[in-house]
């Protein structure tokens, strides 16, 4: 069945850093483009960053350009985001998504918290 599991979560200091993962199965992983969506506390949910299926096209929201990066390894079907000088704002639940045509597939989410 198809699958999406979020890893690398937690509690980190401003300015500090984290490394999420994602690791996909059940379905043709290199034919999906991928995204990370966040959702922060009485906020609602917010696509931030998307890599196309090949790797080659990446985009993200003004409020992670610059500190985030996307990237994904489709021998290993993972997606990653490496996130640098995090800010308490970034704190919420980060999920990735797959999707291709009418296909959309979300995993359950990494709790990620930013202490001042």
């Known amino acids: 069945q198809v699958q999406l599991e979020e890893s690398g979560g937690g509690l980190a200091q401003a300015g500090g850093s984290l490394r999420l993962s994602c690791a996909a199965s059940g379905f043709s992983f290199s034919t999906y483009g991928m995204n990370w969506h966040r959702q922060g506390p009485g906020k609602e949910r917010e696509l931030f960053a998307t890599i196309s299926n090949t790797g080659r096209t990446t985009t993200y929201a003004d409020s992670v350009k610059g500190r985030f990066t996307i990237s994904r390894d489709n021998a290993k079907n993972m997606v990653y985001l490496q996130m640098n000088s995090l800010k308490t704002e970034d704190t919420a639940v980060y999920y990735c998504?797959?999707?291709?045509?009418?296909?959309?597939?979300w995993g359950q989410g990494t709790q990620v918290t930013v202490s001042s």
């Open positions: 998504n797959a999707w291709f045509r009418r296909d959309i597939y």
